[in-house]
């Protein structure tokens, strides 16, 4: 079955770059899905951070566009999320998740989740 | 961006029982693209409900999602123990995609 195993490191100072890849198994992103990115600070809801399609079409919360990169290795498969000049407020749990279908879907595919710090 | 309300913020009730979850939003979404999702403590979200009423796969039928244009309702009938959890809505009518800020549903 289709799974997603989320990496990076747990632990980020502020200012500098977060950084988060999601390989996924059980399917070829080549073959289609949009796969996207949110995170979610402890106790609170969901926000959803970007989405992105094999071909490289990308989606972005506005808020954190200026700040934010989604991109896609087909090669690899598996995608990434880069977030630059991180400060206290992204510390978060962040997760990638495979839409049901297109850019603006539901999810529902999960990866397990990474709980980033943003600390000197 | 449309905001999404989620009321009430915590529902005590006991197994056995029914469980209605509020989510309202601050404008009419787009086809009814509003989607429930049920999250535990330490995990990820789960697909609960798609298009407002729409059943994901390997959903429990005592889950029933309905509503339409800003007002949407996901009611679980019986309450089993595995359904205390916290329960989020989002919309996907329009990007940005946004969620409520959820319900928590407690044993009594």
């Known amino acids: 079955q289709v799974q997603l195993r989320q990496s990076g490191p747990g632990l980020v100072k502020p200012s500098e770059t977060l950084s988060l890849t999601c390989s996924v198994s059980?399917?070829?992103?080549?073959?289609?899905?949009?796969w996207g990115w949110f995170r979610q600070p402890p106790g609170k809801g969901l926000e959803w951070i970007a989405t992105?399609?094999?071909?490289?079409?990308?989606y972005y919360k506005p808020s954190l566009q200026s700040r934010v990169t989604i991109s896609v290795d087909t090669s690899k498969n598996q995608f990434s999320l880069r977030l630059t000049s991180v400060t206290a407020a992204d510390t978060a749990f962040y997760f990638c998740?495979?839409?049901?279908?297109?850019?603006?879907?539901?999810?529902?595919?999960w990866g397990q989740g990474t709980m980033v710090t943003v600390s000197s | 961006e449309i905001v999404l309300t989620q009321s009430p913020g915590t529902l005590s009730l006991s197994p056995g029982e029914t469980a209605t979850l509020s989510c309202r939003a601050s404008q009419t979404i787009t086809s009814n693209y509003l989607a429930w999702y049920q999250q535990k403590p330490g995990q990820a979200p789960r697909l609960l409900v798609y298009?407002?009423?729409g059943r994901a796969t390997g959903i429990p039928d005592r889950f029933s999602g309905g509503g339409s244009g800003t007002d949407f309702t996901l009611t679980i009938s019986r309450l089993e123990p595995e359904d205390f959890a916290v329960y989020h809505c989002?919309?996907?009518?329009?990007?940005?995609?946004?969620f409520g800020g959820g319900t928590k549903v407690e044993i009594k």
């Open positions: 059980g399917y070829s992103i080549s073959s289609g899905y949009y």
């Open positions: 992105i399609y094999h071909s490289g079409d990308t």
């Open positions: 298009a407002a009423s």
């Open positions: 998740a495979r839409s049901t279908g297109y850019y603006n879907d539901a999810f529902d595919i």
């Open positions: 989002q919309q996907y009518g329009r990007l940005p995609l946004t």
